[in-house]
């Protein structure tokens, strides 16, 4: 069965420094990557997403993930964070076979001023 | 944002009894998901359904129904209450499922306590 695993549960960073988070996900067939974000009290909403050919995709708010094939991961990446990145961070996969987005347990950014 | 809406936006009910949460979408789109959200968990997907009358289970369908008669319908069935299933639900649709290249838009999602 497929899974999305997310090593970090929660991150916190001051204002201006450097993001990376980690997704990794096992299933072996052709897959579509996404991330989602969800402000506090509010509902998912997609910040990027992996189709195919380029691996380095750009999403909103400056936000960019790399899909690396052979190490099954799809790593959220931000230069430079700013306090209202605060949020939870999903990763998730949508089996080509399936129908069926799988999401990981999530990572809860905290960005102070 | 995608038209999706949830009802009811938080329920109260008891143990032992049934709940029907509703998620009505004007989109068309043919997928439909049901998730729900606790701490620590993440999203895990309850149900989900690729046509009228067509749906499947997720990771977490124990003690979950569903039904979708009509394209812009799909109904969560609690049969029987329990505290456990107290948690935030929420909807989702598709437009081309795992094949295509449209993600899944979220609905505003459903508090439910179960006491």
């Known amino acids: 069965a497929q899974s999305v695993s997310q090593h970090n549960h929660h991150v916190i960073l001051s204002e201006a420094a450097s993001l990376e988070l980690g997704c990794n996900y096992s299933y072996g067939g052709t897959v579509n990557l996404f991330w989602y974000v969800q402000y506090p009290g509010q509902h998912l909403q997609l910040l990027l997403k992996y189709f195919s050919g380029d691996p380095l995709v750009k999403g909103i708010k400056g936000f960019e993930a790399e899909f690396i094939k052979s190490k099954f991961s799809f790593n959220l990446r931000k230069p430079s964070v700013q306090w209202s990145d605060t949020a939870e961070y999903f990763c998730a996969v949508l089996s080509y076979n399936t129908d069926k987005l799988i999401f990981g347990t999530g990572t809860r950014l905290q960005v102070f001023p | 944002d995608a038209g999706i809406t949830q009802s009811p936006r938080h329920k109260v009910t008891e143990t032992g009894t049934p709940v029907t949460l509703r998620c009505h979408q004007t989109?068309?789109?043919?997928?439909m998901y049901w998730y729900r959200q606790d701490p620590g968990h993440g999203l895990r997907l309850i149900h989900y359904?690729?046509?009228?009358?067509?749906?499947d289970k997720g990771e977490v369908s124990d003690g979950y129904s569903v039904s979708r008669s009509k394209t812009e319908d799909f109904l969560l069935t609690l049969e029987s209450a329990t505290s456990s299933q107290t948690s935030v639900y929420f909807c989702?649709?598709?437009?081309?499922?795992?094949?295509?290249?449209?993600?899944?838009?979220f609905g505003n999602g459903t508090r439910l306590t179960v006491t």
């Open positions: 989109e068309n789109h043919r997928y």
């Open positions: 359904s690729y046509g009228v009358k067509d749906t």
């Open positions: 989702a649709i598709s437009e081309s499922g795992g094949q295509g290249h449209s993600p899944l838009h």
